[in-house]
């Protein structure tokens, strides 16, 4: 299948600071994206929907101006927690969409996740 | 919103035993997925179903399509305890899923 990468896999930050999250989408191009959030033992969470050149989609409750993303390229998709609380502390997954192909419907593939942890 | 509800939420058998897991939806479904996760990791695709009856097999896992594409199937023949995860479907434009299926198999 296909392989996105998300970067880094762990990160702990000070509470106040800021954090960005890479999403890539290492051999195919995908015009939309997708960042999930998980707590333990539950399911994803999704937090929003990346559209390549355009502004993101979030889902209710969620701060756009918390929770910033860009997708800058068909290729690249980033999430910056800005002014991280130890609430934010979670599982951050992404993941990208194949181009519609006519024949199969939208295939998904998923990064490997981002541990956030706020102290 | 297209909302999928998943069944059993947690399972645990014993190594060999078959089991069924459900994925369903008052929605009609252009396709669905399903993955498994494993703690600390990304969801990984199994398979993704796209015909109203459809059914595909994976080794000893079976994933079936409702006629009506409101629902489907995972069945697994012979757990082994490598099959240990969270089974998630997931569908709709904006790939929402279930709430998961969290399956035990112990040896």
């Not at chain 1, 101006?65 to 502390?89: C, G, M, Q, R, Y």
Request: charged share 20%; hydrophobic share 35%.
């Amino acid at each position: 299948g296909a392989v996105v990468s998300q970067h880094p896999s762990r990160v702990i930050c000070k509470s106040g600071t800021s954090v960005k999250i890479e999403c890539r989408s290492l051999d195919f191009q995908a015009t939309t994206m997708f960042w999930y959030r998980q707590f333990p033992k539950q399911s994803l969470m999704l937090m929003a929907t990346s559209n390549e050149g355009s502004k993101a989609t979030y889902e209710q409750g969620v701060e756009k101006d918390k929770f910033l993303i860009n997708h800058a390229s068909l290729t690249l998709s980033t999430l910056t927690v800005t002014s991280a609380h130890p609430e934010d502390s979670s599982f951050y997954i992404c993941s990208a969409r194949t181009p519609f192909t006519g024949v199969e419907i939208y295939e998904q593939y998923f990064g490997p996740g981002t541990r956030l942890t706020v102290t | 919103t297209q909302l999928l509800e998943q069944s059993p939420q947690f399972l645990s058998i014993q190594e060999g035993e078959n089991l069924t897991v459900y994925c369903n939806s008052s929605s009609v479904f252009s396709s669905l997925q399903w993955y498994r996760q494993e703690p600390g990791e990304g969801p990984v695709l199994l398979v993704t179903v796209v015909t109203g009856g459809e059914v595909k097999k994976l080794k000893r896992l079976t994933f079936q399509f409702g006629d009506a594409r409101k629902d489907s199937s995972l069945h697994i023949t012979a757990a082994q305890p490598g099959d240990t995860g969270l089974y998630l479907c997931a569908g709709g434009s904006d790939m929402r899923f279930g709430a998961g299926t969290r399956l035990t198999v112990k040896p």
